[in-house]
């Protein structure tokens, strides 16, 4: 058996996850490859969720009750500890959403309505990237033809990187947000964050970044990447589905307008007007993600007690191992680099002429769950003039059978289709 360099004992941590025994079709385990959409759950968020709809279950900020108190404690405890994994400078600049695809329209929408000099109009631009999630691209649409601001992108290089030989025609003196995507969620490019903000901040633009595909495999420190916004989810981070978060500049918080109204996010109300809470409540309206927040505060204390540098480092190992092994297989093509270096663990790939979907479903069959299609990033299989991929994405509990697994598999679809 494969044995990669490592720090972690994956034995051990696959115990942890329940879903990764069991079995499907004709008595196969499940060879779970499909991380880049949701990872799996381990038994201490399991249990965390139980807990406190158990124990705990109330709803949080406004009652004096016992359970309302608890419920309040648990659900401002994983802001505090978001805030620590995230090394927010205040837990005030942590808001929890319900993904990250909220987040990301949270800032559209504080931009489109808030008064200079951050308002977006028919007279400044917005900067994305061509290997945008659909969940980065829809929003600054939405807002261009709600403005009449021009939506202006990067484009992508033969093997999968942003091409910023045009920054400075990009990003001008117009620009008022750059947000882009810190890891691609369809190609696994890390892209260089460095540069881009950089040249944001020489304009006076604003940056948010999408973390969507980095919170849940690398250490994600705010203050290091100098954004002024960050969106991530927590689904993909061993955390529940319904619960996302946005980090932003605690001046820029307190600035910028709230996207939705109602209870909570609140100071006073009357018949003629209303005055906001401060950040992180002034964005938090209604009934939050209350068991979804402890869920994830849950999932935090998994990762943080492993450690991300340590997941970072068996990742960059299996994603070695893997990007080598799919480049043995006849007729397969990578889309995005192919080399460990600078990527991250999602791998997309085409088949010869076998169509993804078929590539899927023949997987499926041996209990291989991959992911097919356009992967929320269509303009990516655009530029690269296929009809879709499948990619196989790892995590902290992935390991080198896995992989074999998955190319023997490929085998089989190639044998299946002559």
């Given amino acids: 058996m494969t044995q990669l360099p490592g720090l972690l004992d994956i034995e051990a941590i696959r115990k942890d996850f329940p879903l990764l025994d069991r079995v499907v079709h004709d008595g196969k385990k499940i060879v779970y490859l499909d991380n880049a959409a949701t990872s799996q759950k381990p038994r201490q968020v399991l249990d965390a969720l139980n807990e406190y709809y158990e124990r705990h279950n109330a709803n949080v900020h406004r009652g004096v009750h016992v359970l309302a108190e608890e419920a309040t404690a648990l659900y401002e405890g994983s802001r505090d ?33 808030a008064d200079e000099p951050y308002r977006v109009d028919h007279e400044t631009e917005i900067a994305i990237t061509e290997m945008e999630h659909h969940s980065n691209i829809v929003p600054w649409q939405l807002l261009s033809q709600r403005t009449g601001a021009k939506l202006k992108w990067f484009g992508l290089t033969d093997d999968g990187r942003l091409d910023l030989s045009n920054i400075e025609e990009v990003i001008t003196e117009k620009t008022k947000i750059v947000s882009f995507t810190l890891v691609s969620n369809i190609m696994g490019t890390v892209n260089p964050v460095d540069a881009i903000v950089r040249r944001a901040q020489e304009v006076g633009a604003l940056v948010l970044i999408d973390a969507s595909q980095a919170a849940p495999h690398m250490p994600l420190d705010v203050q290091a990447l100098g954004a002024d916004f960050v969106a991530f989810t927590g689904h ?19 600035d910028l307008p709230p996207f939705l109204g109602g209870g909570e996010m609140i100071e006073t109300v009357s018949m003629h007007s209303s005055t906001y809470a401060p950040a992180p409540h002034k964005f938090e309206a209604g009934t939050p993600p209350i068991a979804q927040a ?23 190992a299996i994603t070695e191992y893997a990007v080598g092994r799919l480049l043995e297989v006849p007729d397969l093509r990578i889309i995005g680099p ?34 097919v299609g356009h992967h929320c990033a269509r303009p990516v299989c655009l530029r690269y003039g296929i009809p879709a991929t499948t ?18 598999g490929l085998e089989h679809v190639r044998n299946f289709f002559g």
């Avoid at 978001?82 to 808001?95: G, Q, W, Y």
């Avoid at 981070?237 to 307190?254: A, K, S, Y």
């Avoid at 991250?344 to 899927?360: K, M, Q, W």
């Fill in 391 to 408: 990619r196989a994405s790892f995590y902290l509990y992935s390991s080198p059978a896995e992989v074999d697994a998955l190319i023997d």
């Fill in 294 to 316: 402890v869920g994830l505060g849950a999932a935090v204390d998994y990762l943080t007690s492993i450690g991300m540098d340590k997941i970072a480092a068996h990742e960059h």
């Fill in 236 to 254: 993909k981070m061993c955390g529940p589905t319904g619960i996302g978060v946005l980090w932003g500049r605690q001046e820029l918080l307190e």
């Fill in 338 to 371: 192919t080399t460990a270096e600078d990527r991250g663990a999602a791998i997309s790939f085409t088949l010869g002429d076998i169509h993804p979907h078929d590539v899927g479903q023949v997987l499926d069959e041996q209990g291989i769950a991959v992911r």
């Fill in 81 to 113: 500890k978001v805030a620590a994994f995230i090394n927010a400078p205040s837990r005030d600049e942590v808001i929890f959403t319900k993904n990250a695809s909220e987040s990301l329209n949270l800032v559209a929408n504080m931009l489109g309505w």
